[in-house]
Nanobody, 129 residues
């Protein structure tokens, strides 16, 4: 069963950093692109970043470009979202999910409905002074 689990959220001051982790089976991470999404209170869920199945391509939302970095560890068991220079508007519940994309060099943060699967419970990130 496809299931991912997010961790690493917490409270951070503006300008601070957090690193989120997305854990799944080796099989899941080897054969899927991984996307990070977030949902703030009263807002639609939005794509933040993704990393392709080959781990060569990464895509970022304009709002986080230059501040967030998505990566995968060598053992291919965890995908990370490093968040630096954080802003109050980064406050949200963050989720990761998997997309079996036939193109190993592609991923998207604007998915079709149902394109991503294995959504975890999410991890709360709060940026506040």
């Amino acid at each position: 069963q496809l299931q991912l689990a997010e961790s690493g959220g917490g409270l951070v001051q503006p300008g601070g950093s957090l690193r989120l982790a997305c854990a799944a089976s080796v099989f899941t991470l080897e054969y899927n692109a991984i996307g990070w999404f977030r949902q703030a209170p009263g807002k639609e869920r939005e794509g933040v970043a993704c990393i392709s199945r080959s781990r060569v391509i990464t895509v970022y939302a304009d709002s986080v470009k230059g501040r967030f970095t998505v990566s995968a560890d060598n053992a291919e068991t965890t995908v990370y979202l490093q968040m630096n220079s954080m802003k109050v508007e980064d406050t949200a519940v963050y989720y990761c999910a998997a997309d079996w994309n036939p193109d190993p060099r592609n991923c998207t943060i604007v998915p079709r409905k149902g394109q991503y699967a294995g959504w975890g419970q999410g991890t709360q990130v709060t940026v506040s002074s």
